[in-house]
């Protein structure tokens, strides 16, 4: 796990010296490396391993010069739930240090119905209406995917 997650991140810094297009996010305009992380997947292994990744880069690289966002969508919007997050402090953390977490609308709709009650999400995290959509768009705009 801990090789392939190298591997990612090895990858995903070389693609994003190569990105022609600077500036992909009016949030991060000086950051040359654009990365979108997907949470997909039920088990937090893979929530600590987002949020170890995106931490390492921020630091490794400097905020200001990577720009990273998160999208949970299906199984793995747990991760950016309000109530009982043993996650939130950290989320809030790299929120402060400019990543931008989202998640997936029409999961939440999904839970809504199912439960009779929307879940709440932490403050900072952004509601698209469709996640994996939303993560399309932003590989077609440069952004390179990584699912840990």
């Given at each position: 796990?801990?090789?392939?997650?190298?591997?990612?991140?090895?990858?995903?810094?070389?693609?994003?010296?190569?990105?022609?297009?600077?500036?992909?996010?009016?949030?991060?305009?000086?950051?040359?490396?654009?990365?979108?992380?997907?949470?997909?997947?039920?088990?937090?292994?893979?929530?600590?391993?987002?949020?170890?990744?995106?931490?390492?880069?921020?630091?490794?690289?400097?905020?200001?010069?990577?720009?990273?966002?998160?999208?949970?969508?299906?199984?793995?919007?747990?991760?950016?739930?309000?109530?009982?997050?043993?996650?939130?402090?950290?989320?809030?953390?790299?929120?402060?240090?400019?990543?931008?977490?989202?998640?997936?609308?029409?999961?939440?709709?999904?839970?809504e119905r199912k439960h009779h009650k929307?879940?709440?999400?932490?403050?900072?995290?952004?509601?698209?209406?469709?996640?994996?959509?939303?993560?399309?768009?932003?590989?077609?705009?440069?952004?390179?995917?990584?699912?840990?």
């Open positions: 796990m801990k090789t392939i997650m190298i591997w990612l991140v090895s990858m995903a810094l070389t693609l994003g010296a190569a990105q022609a297009e600077d500036g992909l996010s009016d949030d991060k305009p000086f950051a040359d490396t654009h990365i979108i992380m997907q949470v997909s997947d039920a088990d937090p292994v893979h929530y600590q391993a987002v949020l170890d990744i995106s931490n390492n880069l921020t630091k490794r690289y400097g905020q200001e010069m990577v720009d990273i966002e998160v999208i949970a969508f299906g199984v793995g919007v747990p991760m950016v739930f309000a109530e009982n997050n043993k996650f939130a402090k950290r989320i809030a953390s790299l929120q402060e240090h400019g990543v931008r977490f989202y998640v997936c609308g029409n999961t939440l709709d999904t839970l929307r879940p709440e999400v932490l403050p900072g995290v952004e509601m698209v209406q469709t996640g994996v959509q939303f993560m399309i768009d932003e590989i077609k705009r440069g952004y390179i995917p990584i699912h840990p």
